[in-house]
């Protein structure tokens, strides 16, 4: 995995950086994701919010999700694509999606969730563990 990387949105508001490694790459299938990204999933590098950091204006759109905690998501006000998300169970990490990335060979998805809720045309890496919902632990 690349130790930092950086993006930015559609319009180029909101650029952000990374100076750590992502400590986790999924790839999700629900509903949420799904309707947030405008295609078949989401791709999320997990970070420590401490490494992360943005400029330009992010606005916030909070839902819970299926657990109950609630997921954040931030996108830019401007141009409206999606740039990260925080989840209220845990604190201190942020969720930038790979869509938004400089260079997108970096988010190699080491897991698949919520496979039961993807469309019969999505094509499933099954060289990584897929879940037909959220594991309680990851792998």
């Known amino acids: 995995m690349a130790e930092a990387f950086s993006g930015d949105c559609l319009c180029g508001a909101v650029h952000y950086q990374s100076v750590v490694a992502p400590q986790f790459i999924g790839q999700c299938h629900c509903v949420d994701c799904r309707k947030t990204s405008g295609t078949d999933h989401g791709t999320h590098l997990v970070v420590p919010e401490d490494g992360f950091s943005v400029s330009g204006e992010i606005k916030f759109y909070d839902h819970p999700a299926d657990s109950g905690n609630i997921v954040s998501r931030g996108f830019c006000p401007e141009c409206g694509s999606a740039i990260y998300s925080k989840n209220s169970a845990m604190a201190g990490m942020v969720f930038v999606r790979a ?38 632990r990851m792998p």
């Open 99 to 136: 869509s938004s990335l400089d260079d997108l060979e970096i988010a190699k998805p080491q897991m698949i969730v919520y496979t039961s809720r993807a469309p019969s045309w999505s094509l499933l890496d099954t060289s990584v563990p897929n879940f037909p919902e959220m594991p309680d």
